[in-house]
């Protein structure tokens, strides 16, 4: 008997080794954004869905078609040979495509937004009622639908172009001011540089003076003799550059600024109109970031007439969204906070009042996706099931009740008709590679499911990736980790294993996704033999606050201190050689792969840190200062997480990796850290991308994994 059973597993065995062998293997082109076949291996997508009013629209490259929300069957409601016939009889080039039309009216009008125009196209008449030339060379283009007044950036300036097609130049400014851009390096939420009142009929725009920004001299190695082309890079303790906020009336073509009073040393942040469009919203911060105020301006005489409210921390102040008014009431808005732990909903009126506390709970909301005016709901994304998902509900605004909206399970991303009653629902999870459906918000009608794909990597030999939590080093925290195993593995075998870290704030590496957020690389090293293990550790973000800044004024002690307990599991597991652990990251996960090797040197026997943060001192004054305050008021933290003053501490093989022309973490970084491993008479390795910046992209990204597995293969295999 026991002989039988014997056989019988080892067929079993046999069987399943034969069926591995039947599939592919990956390459890096398989992997790799940049690879030849990446986009072959993605789910199936469909990035054409659109709203017309509650009409679901579908844009394809050759046709739009409608979809009945009832049983999802799709009509064609117009051709691109049509709609180029419309365009060739007004005298306008061809289109090559309708996947990017949208319907931004109640009419049966479509807006066509090509290189070169702006074109309204009336499908009942079947002609172009009105076009808008486009400067080929303008950029952070932001076009309002009631003035079809189109913004816009040359250079450093700001220009409009008005609905009848007159060019407004804004601003003139010299070198060193820039207009109608994003400010304060992207941080707080900040993605862009104006902002339309909602009729069109006001601009909101940022200046940003960096004149006396001192200049990072970035040098284009391309030319027959190296050109300088400095950044402005305001670092950590340095001089920072100063920000206001005009307004500019295109009837008027004049422009008043905000009076704020001196921006020096001071963030301005989340702006908001009024639905009337009388006032302006702005959430103001000192540099130390440990207060915010709600302002609100006159925006006819740029007067400041109330603060609404106020916010402080001993840490820090971290707004990230403006108020949203909701639609049916003017002297209403939603503001929202981490006040009580965890980012939720509070309701305001104009003359500061809160009204209520909206949503509470050991979860975070994420945003705010829209309003049904009918039912009186806000449409918001959390993370109230689980922190590795992101579900949509909607949230009764006199009462509080929430009704989640579509499957409770993975990661959602949701778009809200015009009327607030569907969303179109994109979602995955680490069994759904990735679904569509069509979703009502009231949940009294069935859902439409409008596509479910199917895994393009089922053709591959996969390795087994799993999901757990281990304790934090604190004690009590969980902390969430992935675990991939070698592809065809063996218990019986002793492998290596590698770290993959970020472990800083706003990112998580592990989500409720397919092959839940492990990345191309780490798919491909589990293929090559090895363990493959991420933690996401106190520090990072979808947790709460108390979770994200237990690391101010010391980035990098907390974290290495959690990434040491995955260390500690991999230990534990029978199959993983402790003698051949490495770690890779990017970024800030640079920063703790040269952390972590110079601190636990006996540990870690091969990293590759990309991009690494090396000394704080170094970083710029937004993010660095948030974290860590200035290295005149944290002498201590700065030097602790100064990577240089341990470089003599280097034992394993170390491989540094940047872009030559980072505007991010600048270049001083790795050479300063280079110079102290000669002064310490250590050996890293060193490699350098000309002409790159914070990231490989295209080509260059295939190169870049190509040799960090080389690395990985001739030091730690």
Known sequence: MKRALYLLASLTMVSAAAFAQTKKSFTLEDLLPGGKNFYNLLPQNNHGLTWWNNRL??????????????????????????????LETAGLDKTHQLHYASFPYTKKLMLLSEPKNQILVD?????????????????????????????????????????????????????????????????????????????????????????????????????????????????????????????????????????????????????????????????????????AQLVRYDAVSGEKEAVLLEETHPKYVEPLHPIVFVPWNQHQFIYQSQRDGFNHLYLYDTTGKCIKQLTKGDWVVQDIVGFNSKTKEAIVMTTEISPLQSNAYAVDITNGKRRLIGAGEGVHHVKLSTEGDYVIDHYQSHEIPRRIDLVSVSGKKKSVNLLTSSDPMDEYNMPEITL?????????????????????FDPTKKYPAVIYVYGGPHAQLIRDVRNYGAGGWDIYMAQSGYVMLTVDNRGSENRGLEFE????????????????????????????????????????????????????????????????????????????????DTPQTNPEGYEKANLKLRAQNLKGRLEIIIGANDPTVVPQHAITFLRACIDAEVQPDFFVYPGDGHNMFGRDRVHLYTRITRYFEEHLK
């Open 468 to 488: 757990g939590t281990l304790q934090a080093a604190d004690g009590k925290t969980p902390v969430y980790y992935r675990l991939v195993k070698p592809v065809n």
């Open 549 to 628: 800044n237990c690391t101010f004024r010391q980035l990098g002690t907390e974290e290495m201190k959690d990434q040491m307990k995955g260390v500690d599991f991999l230990k534990s597991l029978p199959y993983v050689d402790a003698d051949r652990i490495g770690v890779h990251g990017w970024s800030f996960g640079g920063f703790m792969t040269a952390n972590l090797m110079l601190t636990y040197n006996d540990v870690f026997k091969v990293g590759v840190a990309g991009g690494p943060v090396i000394d704080w001192q170094y970083y710029e004054v937004m993010y660095g200062e948030r974290y860590m």
């Open 123 to 291: 499908l009942d008449k079947k002609e172009v009622i009105w076009h808008q030339p486009i400067d080929e060379k303008a950029k952070n283009k932001d076009w309002n639908p009631t003035s079809r007044a189109l913004a816009y950036t040359l250079d450093n300036n700001l220009y409009v172009t008005t609905r009848e097609g007159e060019r407004q130049q804004v601003t003139k400014e010299p070198d060193g001011i820039v207009c109608g851009q994003s400010v304060h390096r992207n941080e707080f939420g900040i993605h862009k540089g104006t902002f339309w009142s909602p009729k069109g009929k006001l601009l909101a725009f940022y200046r940003m003076d960096q004149s006396m920004v001192t200049d990072y001299p970035q040098v284009n190695t391309a030319a027959r003799i190296a050109v300088l082309e400095p950044d402005k890079y305001p670092m950590a303790g340095m001089t920072s550059h100063k920000v206001t906020i005009g307004i500019y009336n295109p009837a008027t073509r004049q422009t008043i600024y905000l009076q704020t009073g001196d921006p020096t040393d001071r963030y301005f942040t989340n702006l908001a109109w009024s639905p009337d469009e009388l006032h302006l919203y702005v959430i103001e911060l000192n540099r130390e970031q440990n207060q």
């Open 57 to 86: 629209m579908d844009c394809d490259v050759d046709d739009i078609k409608t979809i009945d929300p009832k049983d999802g069957k799709e009509t064609i409601f117009i051709t691109v040979d049509e709609v180029n016939r419309i």
